[in-house]
């Protein structure tokens, strides 16, 4: 049962400096809480050992901290780590760490379930229960951090929001979470290590452009042909390609800023060469580079990973095209961490 009291961590600054002034503090003692909260992680009132015993009271009298629990944990051959990640409600979201040569990153979740109905993704089979809170998100990411300090002896370096949910469908929490990842007196990382991955959302596309955000833009496209991309996101019908192109269009007249599409090609789905034309045309207008992502078939096997043939074709074409492309290989398979794999099946 959700706990009647308000989670102090949905307080802004001024609102717990205001608190404190409406208990007959100080306003200060708000920074201190503030700090503790939020630079120090701090998950018990009792933690504040520079706050008063009857203050700290107070505080328990009046509010409660909803930490996430990492509740189980699956270290995978290659190192990647999976959190099954247990909400103050008892919901389940997973989070998963990708260590590489160079770098660690983060992978978060922005919904319990999804709003969206992709088939070919597991996530899309539990349907959305509610949106992350800005904490719970932010909670991960320091969860993932620890982790990367403990097992790659490193601070985590970057973030993608591609766990579970649609993160554009939680804006305003994902924004919140975002500023205080990138605050000094929160995680202090660059947003330039923070990429937002959508299935293409217009409307918050252009309001992400006018917001100026500074962090990075993915979109999950898996088609550039109308008619393929509804067949395997039906959401496609309505948003369809054009309205996402013209969203794209917006971010990039006022960013600059390149965007990435991940693709995922599939056998008999959107391995010919019309479909590889199709991506051209659509991701041209501006820089843009395309992730070819391996796929992890879920359970009924409907969808399967195009042979190597299929692959080199859209390497081909695209670099002909002077469009980046990269392939990715799947992390954390042995234990469901890898793309479209969170299910909550741990
Ligand atoms: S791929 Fe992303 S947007 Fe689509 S159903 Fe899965 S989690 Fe949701």
Not at 41 to 51: Q, R, Y
């Given at each position: 049962m959700a706990n009647k009291k308000k989670d102090v961590r949905a307080l802004t600054k001024d609102q717990l400096r205001n608190f404190f002034e409406s208990q007959g503090d100080k306003a200060f003692r708000g920074n201190q809480v503030y700090e503790w909260l939020w630079?120090?992680?701090?998950?018990?009132?009792?933690?504040?050992?520079?706050?008063s015993k009857e203050t700290r009271q107070m505080l328990e009298d009046n509010f409660v901290i909803n930490h996430i629990k990492v509740d189980t944990m699956q270290r995978s051959n290659d190192g990647t780590v999976k959190n099954a990640v247990q909400l103050h409600d008892g919901l389940v979201v997973e989070s998963v760490l990708i260590p590489a040569k160079n770098r660690t990153t983060a992978c978060v979740s922005s919904q319990v379930g999804c709003s969206l109905d992709c088939l070919f993704c597991a996530t899309s089979r539990l349907k959305r229960m509610r949106n992350l809170n800005p904490d719970e998100i932010y909670d991960q990411v320091v969860a993932i951090d620890n982790q990367s300090r403990l097992y790659q002896d490193r601070p985590l370096s970057n973030i993608v929001f591609m766990g579970m949910g649609e993160p554009l469908m939680n804006y305003n929490n994902v924004i919140k979470a975002i500023d205080k990842i990138t605050d000094v007196e929160g995680l202090g990382m660059s947003p330039r290590r923070i990429t937002v991955s959508t299935s293409g959302v217009p409307k918050i596309i252009k309001k992400m452009a006018d917001d100026e955000v500074k962090f990075k833009l993915a979109v999950s496209l898996h088609s550039a042909i109308d008619e393929v991309r509804t067949s395997i996101m039906p959401f496609n019908e309505t948003f369809p390609l054009a309205d996402l192109r013209a969203a794209l269009e917006y971010w990039y007249s006022k960013t600059k800023s390149r965007i990435t599409y991940e693709y995922v090609i599939w056998k008999g789905i959107n391995d010919k060469r019309k479909d590889v034309d199709a991506l051209v045309q659509f991701c041209k207008f501006a820089p843009s580079k395309v992730n070819l992502i391996e796929y992890n078939p879920i359970d009924d096997g409907q969808f399967q990973q195009a042979p190597d043939d299929a692959i080199n074709m859209y390497v081909k074409v695209l670099e002909a095209n002077n469009i980046t492309v990269t392939i990715r290989r799947s992390r954390g398979k042995d234990i469901d961490a890898a793309c479209g794999q969170l299910a909550n099946k741990s």
């Open positions: 630079s120090k992680g701090a998950h018990d009132f009792d933690d504040m050992t520079n706050v």
